[in-house]
Nanobody
Framework: QVQLVESGGGLVQAGDSLRLSCASS????????MGWFRQAPGKEREFVATITRSGLGTYYADSVKGRFTISRDNAKNTVYLQMTSLKPDDTGVYFC?????????????????WGQGTQVTVSS
C-alpha cells in the first residue's frame, strides 16, 4: 500500500510559479514510479508529468514541457512538480499517483495509488 498526500496548491496569477509536493508513506517510495495528473473543471483527468523510481528519467505532456519540472527526493519520500510561467489553462485539481514499476508511464490506467488532489487556480 502507498498513501499519497499532495500539498502546495493555491491561487496565483498568470506567469507566476508554484511548487507542488506529494508525500508518500507505506510501501518503499523508491520502488515506485510517480506521476502527476490534473483535472480541469468539466474535463477528464489528463497526464502532466512522470518520473522513474530512480529519478533519472522524466516525461512531460506537450502542454507543460519547458514550463514544469518533476523531481523526487527518495530520502524524503516526496515527489515535486515545479510549475513556472503558469497559464489559466493550467487551472485544475492536481493529483499525484504511484505506479508499481520502475519505469515511467503517461497512462492513467497504469497507476495504482492516487492522492486526493490539490487545487491550482491561475487567474488571468
Amino acid at each position: 500500500q502507498v498513501q499519497l498526500v499532495e500539498s502546495g496548491g493555491g491561487l496565483v496569477q498568470a506567469g507566476d510559479s508554484l511548487r507542488l509536493s506529494c508525500a508518500s508513506s507505506g510501501r518503499t517510495f523508491s520502488s515506485v514510479a510517480m506521476g502527476w495528473f490534473r483535472q480541469a473543471p468539466g474535463k477528464e483527468r489528463e497526464f502532466v508529468a512522470t518520473i522513474t523510481r530512480s529519478g533519472l528519467g522524466t516525461y512531460y505532456a506537450d502542454s507543460v514541457k519547458g514550463r514544469f519540472t518533476i523531481s523526487r527526493d527518495n530520502a524524503k519520500n516526496t515527489v515535486y512538480l515545479q510549475m513556472t510561467s503558469l497559464k489559466p489553462d493550467d487551472t485544475g485539481v492536481y493529483f499525484c499517483a504511484a505506479r508499481e514499476r520502475s519505469n515511467y508511464s503517461p497512462r492513467e490506467s497504469e497507476y495504482t495509488y492516487w492522492g486526493q488532489g490539490t487545487q491550482v487556480t491561475v487567474s488571468s
